[in-house]
C-alpha cells in the first residue's frame, strides 16, 4: 500500500517560513506606516522617520510609529530565529553569522527608533551592510537562478551603500533624494529575503 503521508517539514522550510513572513511583514509595515504618515515623502524622508525623526527634535507620528516601529522588531526576530534553522540545514558559518547579523540590525531599529540618534544608526547600517552581504552569500546554498538574482540584489543594495558612504549627495543614487536612495539599499534586501524564504519553503533534500 503506498504511504500517503506528508513529507517531514524539515529546518529548510522553517527558516523559509520564517524569512517570507519577515519580507512580507516589513514591505507591508512600511507601506502601511507611510500612508498612514500625513506630508510623508518617499522621497525626501527616510524610511526609519515613520518610526521618529533624528533628535534633537525628534517627532513621532501615531499610528505610523508604532506600525513600523514594531514591523521591524518582530520582523528582525523572525531573521534571526530563521537563522537558527538556516545552520541547522547546512552549516554554512558564513550564511548562518550574517544572517544572525542582518536579523540583529532590524530588530534593533524597531527598538532603537530614530529618535535614539546614533544607536538608530548603527543598527540601521548593520542591517544594510549584513543584508545585503546575506543576499550574496547566500547564493552558495541555492540553485539557478535564484543564486543570480540573490547575488544582484545584494549588490545593487551594497553598490548604492557604498556610493553613498564615499561620495554622499554625489552619489548617482542621490538623485532619488535620501528617502530613494534608502529605498535601493533596502528594498533589494527584502525582496531577496522574500524569494529566498520562498526557495526554502519548497526545497527538498536530494
Known amino acids: 500500500m503506498a504511504d500517503r503521508s506528508h513529507p517531514r517539514i524539515r529546518s529548510e522550510n522553517i527558516a523559509g517560513a520564517l524569512l517570507f513572513a519577515a519580507g512580507v511583514l516589513a ?26 525623526t533624528v533628535p534633537p527634535d525628534s517627532i513621532i507620528i501615531e499610528p505610523s510609529a508604532t506600525i513600523f516601529n514594531t514591523s521591524m522588531l518582530v520582523s528582525g526576530l523572525l531573521i534571526t530565529a530563521a537563522a537558527y534553522f538556516i ?28 529618535s535614539y540618534g546614533d544607536i538608530h544608526a548603527i543598527f540601521a547600517l548593520l542591517a544594510f551592510l549584513a543584508g545585503g552581504l546575506s543576499a550574496v552569500v547566500s547564493s552558495g546554498i541555492q540553485g539557478a537562478p ?6 544582484l540584489l545584494g549588490g545593487i543594495s551594497l553598490l548604492d551603500l557604498i556610493l553613498y558612504y564615499i561620495m554622499l549627495d554625489a552619489s548617482p543614487f542621490a538623485v532619488l533624494g535620501i528617502g530613494g536612495l534608502e529605498r535601493w539599499i533596502a528594498y533589494p534586501i527584502l525582496l531577496w529575503v522574500t524569494g529566498f524564504g520562498g526557495y526554502l519553503m519548497g526545497y527538498s533534500r536530494p
Open 27 to 52: 514591505f507591508m509595515g512600511i507601506i502601511t506606516a507611510e500612508t498612514l504618515y500625513p506630508g510623508y515623502s518617499t522621497a525626501q524622508n527616510a524610511i526609519s522617520d515613520l518610526g521618529a
Open 146 to 151: 535564484l543564486n543570480y538574482f540573490s547575488v
Open 87 to 114: 545552520h541547522h540545514a547546512f552549516r554554512k558559518q558564513s550564511v548562518t553569522l550574517l544572517t544572525v547579523l542582518f536579523g540583529a540590525g532590524v530588530l534593533g531599529v524597531g527598538v532603537f527608533d530614530g
